[in-house]
């Protein structure tokens, strides 16, 4: 809940939004006793304009290198899976202030399947959940269960990285569908000072700052940081957020690095609303109608949302005289939550439709409390080897995964409120027995190899294979031990023509562990399956761009199926299907980004065979957009900037039944923008036409609006 000063804080960030252009220009800022200050912007590139390295800035809208697709620092075209990659100017550009709004032009990812939500960021790849086990940060996993995981802010990314598809055989268990690569910021050597303010339609401000240096010879610094707050699009949402990323680099000689990465993040809210509410009276009209998209259903004098979250870790290479080099990568975090709030659950009693002309919506009071603490480490060998005519490219790796959660739900008793006109401030409770309250840690260990190999004047083939250990204990409610070992293997194989052209196949196999009862009382099986890949992927010479297109066929097996009571775990659903996307600078002036993905989703195998063949819910089978923005480079316009994107997703399934469809939504997007100098203004609009639609559903009881008409108006300066 913000407080009166917190309130006074948000003030004070929307006027320096509304006074920083005039401030920017205003001949106060450049001179001092009528003396004059040059201030120069500048520009660093590396070789012909390329990135200086595979976590560094990227140049526009295309990306040349990464290590996401094979933990080495390696040119896109030669990972042999689909790989995606959103810069800073990239998110900037769209206006993105959450990951899952970055990633809404990306093939394969489905971003924001419930609409918004300020404090997840809720990730499809390739037809699955990527949510949990999907997500790293700087190479380690994000891993989250329940409640309890951790929120990355966007504005300390550098970039977002994707590798469609199995990524077990590099990371051990993860979403089959993908995985997503957060990279943060870190010290570049250069001087940067950077500040950012900006203000929404719905009156939610943030003011942002970036600063780095170098410290000495052998010693660079950065740090950056955001404070934000305000109003939500729904009744009563309103949040406050602070987040601080200092990082430092010691760099001793050219063989050593070290880099030191921390984050501290706190975010209090009163949750949106727009959620949770029924198929009926959202996709289609109930007796009454619709229900309104900015209707509210939580009681906001008890809902809350507090988190407090801490991470502190190192990066540290060191390269021997023989040209191996050793890395250990190591982060420790901390999280803890607890939040409270009422959310409905179809019409009283519990009904899909309103029933006897009744409009009220049954309501669930839900409380828990979750602290989060993991330890992460990855080891890793690299060294080229050559043996005949074949060069090597060898990793070897031993990482630790530690994860331990203590966590409480309970429920509690809660009064229906109106669909139509709810009126809100009766008491509520009381609360009941907490139905979980456990502290859960898993241990996993996994020893790993790659062998890259280039030949015959453009040959490439990728080898991988891991195994991993799993071991979970639980004690209090429930409590349980589990143990399981596995291993996944990846072989790829390419041919590099000289004209950029780059086709590829790849095979993989992968697993994931479950953290989930089955109702015999035993614990689930890890997830298991295997994916085939067919692509091309195009850097031309004409301009700077890359092209990427790929066929899949992706299975996942020991999937669990039926009810919460009756958990079995014989479920299979098969995801086929076609991905391209094209990431241009096709000259200095124009940039674009496209993509167009359609996939078979179908259930292959379940405990309910009425429900075999058809299309999983949630998730629709095709999506499309493109993006596109000129800068006017001289002239009387010198410096405007004119953007505009679409983008269309397809229809999906609100039942496994496949009797109730969410219908498909194209929305539209437009920046408008000014630099010069060193300072600029922009205003991106989002869902310019103001759609009504509905995101997606989670059975005919959970669909979730998309997110109105929104506009953001910012202004950077930087020296």
Request: net charge negative; aromatic share 12%.
């Amino acid at each position: 809940m913000i407080t009166p000063r917190r309130k006074l804080i948000l003030r004070v960030l929307l006027g320096s939004t509304a006074t920083l252009p005039v401030f920017l220009s205003s001949p106060l800022y450049a001179q001092e006793n009528g003396t004059p200050i040059q201030l120069q912007q500048i520009t660093v590139e590396s070789g012909e304009g390329g990135e200086a390295s595979a976590t560094g800035p990227v140049r526009g809208f295309v990306a040349e290198r990464t290590t996401t697709g094979s933990k080495t620092d390696t040119p896109i075209e030669q990972i042999p899976q689909a790989v995606s990659v959103v810069g800073r100017e990239e998110m900037d550009d769209l206006g993105a202030q959450k990951v899952d709004e970055a990633l809404r032009y990306t093939a394969g990812v489905f971003a924001q399947p419930f609409g918004p939500d300020t404090d997840t960021n809720w990730l499809y790849i390739r037809g699955f959940d990527a949510t949990q086990s999907g997500t790293y940060l700087d190479g380690l996993q994000n891993f989250s269960y329940g409640f309890g995981g951790f929120l990355i802010d966007s504005f300390g990314l550098e970039r977002i990285e994707v590798l469609k598809g199995p990524a077990a055989a590099l990371y051990g268990g993860a979403n089959p569908g993908g995985m997503v690569n957060y990279i943060s910021k870190r010290p570049t050597g250069e001087r940067l000072r950077y500040v950012e303010a900006g203000v929404n339609s719905f009156g939610n401000g943030y003011l942002g700052f970036d600063i780095g240096d170098k410290a000495s010879d052998v010693v660079d610094y950065r740090v950056n940081g955001i404070i934000s707050g305000g109003d939500g699009y729904t009744d009563f949402s309103e949040d406050f957020r602070g987040v601080i990323s200092p990082s430092i680099t010691w760099k001793p000689d050219e063989a050593t690095k070290f880099t030191v990465l921390a984050n501290y993040t706190h975010l209090d809210e009163t949750h949106n609303g727009g959620a949770f509410l029924p198929y009926f009276g959202t996709v289609v009209d109930a007796p009454f109608g619709k229900i309104s998209r900015k209707a509210n259903f939580t009681e906001p004098d008890i809902d809350s949302y507090d988190r407090e979250q801490a991470s502190i870790g190192y990066e540290l290479e060191h390269t021997f005289e023989n040209d191996w080099t050793v890395r250990q990568n190591l982060r420790y975090g901390f999280s803890h939550v607890r939040e409270h709030s009422l959310y409905p659950f179809g019409y009283v009693p519990f009904s899909p439709q309103p029933v006897d002309g009744n409009y009220d919506l049954s309501r669930i009071n839900f409380r828990h409390d979750t602290t989060v603490n993991t330890f992460l480490v990855d080891n890793q060998l690299q060294g080229k080897v050559t043996t005949g005519a074949i060069e090597h490219t060898l990793l070897f790796g031993v990482e630790y995964k530690y994860f331990n959660i203590d966590q409480m739900q309970q429920t509690g008793g809660a009064t229906p409120i109106s669909a139509v006109d709810p009126v809100h401030g009766e008491p509520q409770g009381p609360m009941f027995d907490p139905y979980i309250d456990q502290n859960l840690k898993r241990n996993q260990v996994g020893i790993y190899a790659q062998d890259q190999l280039r030949f015959g004047d453009g040959w490439i083939v990728t080898l991988n294979g891991r195994y991993d250990y799993v071991s979970d204990k639980s004690e209090g409610l429930p409590a349980y031990r589990d143990h399981e070992g596995r291993a996944s293997g990846r072989f790829g194989v390419g041919y590099e023509f000289e004209n950029g052209l780059t086709p590829y196949a790849s095979v993989a196999t992968f697993f994931n562990p479950v953290i989930e009862a089955l109702g015999d009382g035993s614990q689930a099986r890890p997830e298991t399956g295997q994916q085939y890949e067919v692509g091309v992927k195009y850097r031309p010479e004409a301009f700077d761009g890359l092209i990427t297109a790929s066929f899949f066929d992706l299975t996942k097996q020991n999937v669990v199926t039926g009810p919460s009571t009756a958990r079995e775990q014989i479920g299979e659903v098969n995801s086929r299907g076609f991905e391209i996307e094209a990431q241009a600078n096709i000259t200095d002036a124009w940039r674009v980004t496209a993509a167009f993905t359609t996939y078979k989703l179908e259930v292959t195998e379940d405990a309910d065979a009425a429900i075999i063949g058809n299309q999983p819910y949630l998730v629709p089978e095709t999506q499309a957009s493109l993006f596109a923005q000129y800068t006017f480079l001289d002239g009387a316009l010198e410096g405007l900037q004119l953007g505009a994107g679409v983008r269309y997703v397809g229809s999906s399934y609100a039942d496994a039944e496949n009797q109730y469809k969410v219908p498909d939504v194209a929305l539209v997007d437009l920046k408008l923008g000014y630099e010069k100098d060193n300072w600029g203004v922009d205003l991106n609009v989002t869902n310019l036409f103001d759609k009504d639609y509905v995101a997606g559903c989670q059975t005919i009881f959970s669909c979730g609006y998309g997110e109105g008409r929104k506009a953001l108006l910012k202004a950077h300066v930087k020296w």
